[in-house]
T-cell receptor, first 114, second 110 residues
């Protein structure tokens, strides 16, 4: 069974641009959660999508948004990029909504904002 | 709100040394506690977990005991290997809210 895949693996953008990251969950998993990992703040929960609907949301500004498609693939969008958005963005999938203790993580997308 | 505090790294040990990575938490109620490991270039993997007080989670020679009286979940391994070099995250789950510690980087030298 293939694991969680994220594309692209690396991305460089400049301030003010917008970016879209993609996550494909494990086959059969319907929940996708997104996390931001930075050296200073550690790992912080962004949001969870289940059945194409956002079900849970962390404490991030509205510049961070996402969506989920009918095949459970999810995209995360960040608009008006800031230097502080430079981070490793991880997605995780699970078979059920809110099953954070049974998540499988992808390798992440490393975003650098210049 | 709930939070997790881990000992700051990096931690550097020689092969076969004893490892302890401290983790304490603040939470209301009865959270579940976890340790995740992140190897270079990979995503997080669940290492072990404990769901109630005095439970001991164990996996791959690592152990951690859920201590409610000290609100701690310290990770230990009796003899580390070079292949254990990674970043370790302590985490808690409480009322569908998942919180992670900042991570501790472990480097094991031969």
């Amino acid at each position: 069974k293939a694991g969680v895949t994220q594309t692209p693996r690396y991305l460089i953008k400049t301030r003010g641009q917008q970016v879209t990251l993609s996550c494909s969950p494990i086959s059969g998993h319907r929940s996708v959660s997104w996390y931001q990992q930075t050296p200073g703040q550690g790992l912080q929960f962004l949001f969870e999508y289940f059945s194409e609907t956002q079900r849970n949301k962390g404490n991030f500004p509205g510049r961070f948004s996402g969506r989920q498609f009918s095949n459970s693939r999810s995209e995360m969008n960040v608009s008006t990029l800031e230097l502080g958005d430079s981070a490793l963005y991880l997605c995780a999938s699970s078979s059920q909504m809110g099953a954070y203790n049974e998540q499988f993580f992808g390798p992440g997308t490393r975003l650098t904002v210049l | 709100g709930d939070s997790v505090t881990q000992m700051e790294g990096p931690v550097t040990l020689s092969e076969e040394a004893f490892l302890t990575i401290n983790c304490t938490y603040t939470a209301t109620g009865y959270p579940s506690l976890f340790w995740y490991v992140q190897y270079p270039g990979e995503g997080l993997q669940l290492l072990l977990k404990a769901t109630k007080a005095d439970d001991k989670g164990s996996n791959k020679g690592f152990e951690a005991t859920y201590r409610k009286e000290t609100t701690s979940f310290h990770l230990e391994k009796g003899s580390v290997q070079v292949s254990d070099s990674a970043v370790y995250f302590c985490a808690l789950l409480n009322n569908n809210d998942m919180r992670f510690g900042a991570g501790t980087r472990l480097t094991v030298k031969p």
